[in-house]
Structures are given as C-alpha cells and as structure tokens.
C-alpha cells in the first residue's frame, strides 16, 4: 500500500478514473443528483493543492475547514493532503467562541467556509486570531448545486468580488480582517499555477510525503474541555482503515452514505479514508435528517451511524410489529422469539441449530425485507459507534435480520474494538481490531499498545502526550475501563476520566460547563447526565439560603420543597441555564434539568473524600428522576 494518504488517493484516481466516486443526493438534501468521478475529483483536488502551494501554505502548515457535508469537504481535504498540508475540521455548530481556541493552535492562516454565514463565523475568529489571513468562500454548500461534474459543482458560486460582498454582508458591514476569495478565483489559480513550470513543486511534495507526516488535527476537550490537538499521521489514516476493510469485509463493489460530520475523526477514517481505500463509492447527505430519505434513493450496502439513528429504526420497526394483526403479527411475534434464541446461542458460544436457523429465515424473510427496505434494501453491514446501543435495541434488529456491530476506539486510536459478522456480542465492543492489542491494566483501565493505528500525540502538548501513555510509553491510557471475556471480547464498564458520551457520538466534558452553572448565585451544584442519552440533562442543587431570601423578599411563602416546584424559581434556573447555554454548541447544551432537595454528600456516597462527584452511584441514585427527563 502506498505510504501516504496522498500517494494512494492519486493511485486511485489512476486506477478508477471514470467511475463514480461521490454522489450528490437530491434525496438528502440537494435540489438536484450529481456524479462526481474519481478523475473529477482527482482534478478538483489537485486544483486546490496547487493554489494552497502558491498562497505560500509550506509542508506541515494547517488548514481549516469549516464546511458541512457537502463536495467541499472531500475536495479541500484531499487538496490540502496533497499539498503536504495539516487538515482541521471544525464544527460548523460551533460558536466563534470555540472556534478562536482551534484556529490559534493549529496555527492555521488559510480556512475555507461553505456560506457567507461560516465567513462571519470565522471573521469572529480573525478578530481575536490576526493569523488566519486567508479565507475561501463557497458562498452556497457545493452539495446543493445541479451540476453533473466536479468543475461545474465547485465553481457554480459567486466570483471573488462577489463572494467579498456576501461576507461582508454576513457580518453586518464589517469587512474581514483578512482576505477572502471566492471559490472559482482560488481554483482558477490552482489551475494556472499547474499549467506552469511550479507544478512541479506540488508533484515533488506529493511523491516526499513520508508515513509519519501529520495529515490531520483533530480537536477532541478531554476531561478539562480545553481543546487539544491530536496529531493523525498518514500512518493512522491508512493503517486505520485498512484495519475496517480487513474487519468488515470490504471491497470497491460497496457504496455507502457519508451524513455524519467530515470534521469528525470518525467519519474521516470510518468513511472518507476507508472509501479511498477500498475504492467505495459514497452518497454525500447535506441534510442528516433526510438520511433515511437518502439510504431509500442511494441503496449503500454498508451505514455506519450512531445509536440515534438505530434506535429510530428500532422504533419504526417496533410500531409496525405492535401495529400487525392475524397471520402477520404471528410471523413477527415468531421471527422475533427465534431471533432472540439465536442471538442467545450465540452469545454463549452455542451453535444455532440448523431446524432453528431454517425457521428463523423462512418465516422471517418477509420482515427482513421491512427492516433492510429501511436502508434501502441492499445493507449487508450496519455499524454503530459513538456510544454503546442500548442491548434492547441491538438484540430486536439482529432479530428481524438487521444485525448491528457495535465498536469502541476513541480520536488517540480509533480501531480498538469491533464486533465481526461471526464473532458478535450485543454486550461487548467485539475483539481487537486487526493491528490492535489491548490489555486490562492492574486497575481496570483499558491499555491499547502503540503502534501504527494510534496517533502521534497532542500538538504542542508534550507533557500531556507523555501523560496519555504508560511511563514507557509502550501502551495508550484510555481513560475507560473494562474487561476481556475467555473469547477475548472487549467489554466497556465505566469511564475513569470525566466525558460524557451521547447517543449521536458527541463526547462533552461536564467539569468546565458545571463550573460555569456553579458561578450563579444560586446554584451550588450542577451534575450533568447524558451517558448514551439523546442531549445533557442535569441534577441541579440550589444554595438554600440564597433561594429563601429572594422569595421572602418576592413575597413567595412555602417550605423548601414548595419552592423547588415554585414556577418563578424555575424560571430563574432556566434563565441561568439560557445565559450558559449561549456560550456552548448545540450538544454540549443543557436541555432539561431538575431541582435536587438536598446536596450531595461524602456520607451518602455521593462523592469522594476529596468531594469529586460519584457520576455513576448518583445516576443510579436519581435514574428515576433521570429518565423522567428525558420522556
């Protein structure tokens, strides 16, 4: 295999040329389908480097990307691959606020922006980051353009003069501090800049690119929130996603759809760089809540999602089971009990009988068709990572023919666990991942050795890099803890550092948005919950003698508890949670809370001596009032 990223791209535009690479799909959100081949793509790419190389942009030099799931993304990432740049995604839901502490440590002096809105966005950053001096602008997502080729979809937006007025507008008449460029003006430049003898500097990095090259940064909070770097090689990126083709099977006859955010580590290695490398075709989705919409239209034969989106299956599939009547609502109420037999055989190491299997399969045919018509009716692996699938869920789909492989890694070492077609537990995150060694440390944490598929520490970080390893530096701490089962499955128990994981993948650290409610008059602690849950909710206790004063003072009577359930007092806590709120992007965002009539305590086993909060012993201790929550 080639040793960069950039090497094999070029191979495979060599190799596939005319073939289709990349999909625009009405279906998810596009007002009209575009094909865009792998020599498109190649092309668009290489116009993009060549422009990043006579901007000055030198190798090692960062460029970020603040883009939805459109043809930009793919296009830039690639560009700036080839151009022996460093990528770093941004979160388009993310406020400038956020951005400002990404964009100053990456360095980063050339960003591109999908909309005039991400221009304002970032002409936010400039204020505070003089060093991003470059911006390019697509002033409409590319993804929503009804050009057939790549030429057409990329260049189909305002001119430079143009695309300078559209940002100027966005931020409200204050003109940027740095340039900005319409997109058909920087790949027309990459394209002038090729057809001269300076080409030849853009070849010349391509073929220098070594294995050990940063390719990418991914920004991941970590326990203090403070965004940190983690530096991907070209090593990580190859190795990661030959170790998924090896895993699952995967070959250049498998599509799939990419709806999931590019800026996440996730879907650049699980989707962008494993297509590359298995010569995948991918249907781009602009619009994630059409992805069902999409998968009818696209047919992928792989989808990877997040629990969302399967326990959303789960449901449509379960109303239909509740909804049939006579002979239909038979062979549900069968396939499903045999379904879950087989998953229970298997599960303990039992082969299926093959009376059971046959009957399983004939009266199931007809539901399975249901629940793969869904995805479009040609899935043959479904994936789910992010957080673990509730086993309700997984052990219901499995059971009606739509098998889901769960999966644990994280940004430092994506490819740590993965269940397999034939080696599956609804339970555990499946065996190591091929080049994956893990171990179980003294305390519980789990160990994942260095090698190949981890990543090359934090930038500028080297002492939270070391801290990150064993003191030989031989094994990656995770941070989480678990077991391996006599079959060598990889079991997730619990999470020693303080994240908190939702359902859609998003990972918030709970300690600096707690420390920003705690700054409230009336709130004397915060404790936010949200493990494998669709958004933050939070246990919130109020300074007592605070809330009292007020209401005396207000004219409120009523005891303590009265007060608690007082709409004025609720109305307060909201309103501090609002002010919080604005300040943090969309899943970081507390949805729902509820009022504590106590404080937690050490003597209660609520917290550690050192007064740390016990997360799961006080989850365990309010799941009522939890799941109330989130009804």
């Known amino acids: 295999m080639s040793e960069t990223v950039a090497t094999l791209f070029v191979e495979r535009v060599a190799r596939y040329g005319d073939r289709p690479a990349l999909r625009v799909l009405a279906a998810g959100g596009a007002p009209a389908d575009a094909v865009v081949t792998w020599r498109e793509w190649g092309a668009a790419s290489m116009a993009f480097a060549a422009a990043l190389v006579d901007a000055g942009l ?8 603040l883009a939805g799931n459109g043809i930009v993304w793919p296009v830039a990432d690639l560009g700036i691959v080839l151009a022996g740049g460093v990528s770093v995604g941004l979160y388009p839901t993310s406020p400038a606020a956020q951005l400002r502490g990404i964009v100053a440590d990456s360095g980063a002096a050339i960003a591109v922006a999908d909309s005039a809105a991400h ?26 353009d ?51 003898d300076a080409g030849a500097e853009l070849e010349r990095r391509i073929t220098a690119g070594k294995a050990e090259d940063v390719a990418m940064l991914v920004y991941t909070s970590g326990s203090t929130g403070e965004p940190k770097g983690a530096m991907i090689p070209h090593r990580y990126l190859l190795d990661s996603a030959l170790s998924i083709q090896q895993a699952l099977g995967l070959d250049e006859r498998d599509t799939s759809l990419s709806f999931l955010p590019f800026c996440h580590g996730a879907e650049r290695v699980f989707g962008l760089y494993t297509r590359i490398v298995c010569g995948m075709e991918a249907g781009l989705v602009a619009d ?44 549900w109420d ?55 699938l509730p086993r309700e869920v997984a052990e219901y789909l499995d059971a009606v023919g739509l098998p889901v492989l769960g999966a644990y890694g994280l940004t430092e070492h994506l490819c740590v666990a993965f269940n397999r077609p ?63 089962d006599a079959r060598g499955m990889l079991r997730v128990t619990g999470r020693k550092k303080e994240l908190i994981a939702l359902s859609g993948g998003k990972k918030v650290a709970p300690l600096p948005i707690e420390a920003r409610l705690g700054a409230h008059p009336w709130i004397g602690r915060v404790v936010l919950h949200g493990e494998g849950r669709r958004f933050i909710s939070a246990l919130v206790v109020l300074r007592q003698a605070a809330v009292e004063s007020w209401a005396r003072q207000t004219g409120i009577v ?45 003597e209660a086993d609520e917290l550690t001596p050192t007064l740390k909060v016990k997360r799961t012993v006080v989850a365990e201790r309010h799941r009522d009032t939890l799941d109330a929550l989130y009804l």
Not at 119 to 144: F, K, N
Request: aromatic share 6%.
């Open 58 to 65: 030198r190798p090692g030099e960062c460029v970020a990307v």
């Open 119 to 144: 221009v304002a966005t970032l002409a936010e950053v400039q204020a505070h980051v003089p060093g991003l001096r470059t911006i390019i602008l697509r002033a409409s997502d590319p993804s929503v």
């Open 334 to 388: 069968r396939t499903v009990a045999l379904g879950r037999a087989r998953v229970g055989l298997r599960e303990r190491g039992q082969p299926v009988p093959e009376h059971v299997e046959a009957e399983w399969r004939e009266a199931g045919g007809p539901v399975f068709a249901r629940a793969r018509a869904l995805f479009g009716g040609r899935v043959r692996r479904a994936t789910s990572g992010g957080a673990p």
């Open 422 to 484: 034939d080696a599956c537990s609804l339970d555990a995150a499946g065996p190591p991942m091929p080049g994956t060694e893990i171990r179980i440390a003294a305390d519980g944490e789990i160990l994942v050795r260095r090698g190949g598929l981890t990543f090359a520490g934090y930038r500028g970080r080297p002492a939270e890099t070391a801290a990150s390893f064993t003191a030989d530096g031989e094994w990656l701490l995770t941070g989480d803890l678990g077991e391996l």
């Open 558 to 602: 009523g005891g303590w508890t009265e007060l608690l359930e007082h709409p004025e007092i609720r109305r307060h806590v909201q309103h501090a949670l609002d002010e919080v709120n604005a300040e943090l992007s969309p899943p970081e965002r507390v949805r729902r809370f509820a009022l504590l009539e106590r404080d937690l305590s050490p």
């Open 146 to 196: 009804t050009a057939a080729s790549i030429d057409a979809v990329a260049s189909t937006g305002p001119r430079s003069d143009d695309a300078v007025s559209v940002a100027v507008d966005a931020t409200a008449g204050r003109e940027p501090a740095g340039e900005v460029i319409g997109w058909d003006a920087w790949m027309d430049r990459g394209r002038r800049f090729l057809r001269g």
């Open 288 to 331: 994630h809540a059409r992805v069902w919409e999409a998968a009818r239209a696209f047919s992928p034969t792989v989808f990877g999602g997040l629990p969302r989106f399967f326990e959303k299956t789960y449901d449509l599939l379960r109303a239909e089971h509740e909804a049939a009547e006579g002979e239909e609502r038979a062979r």
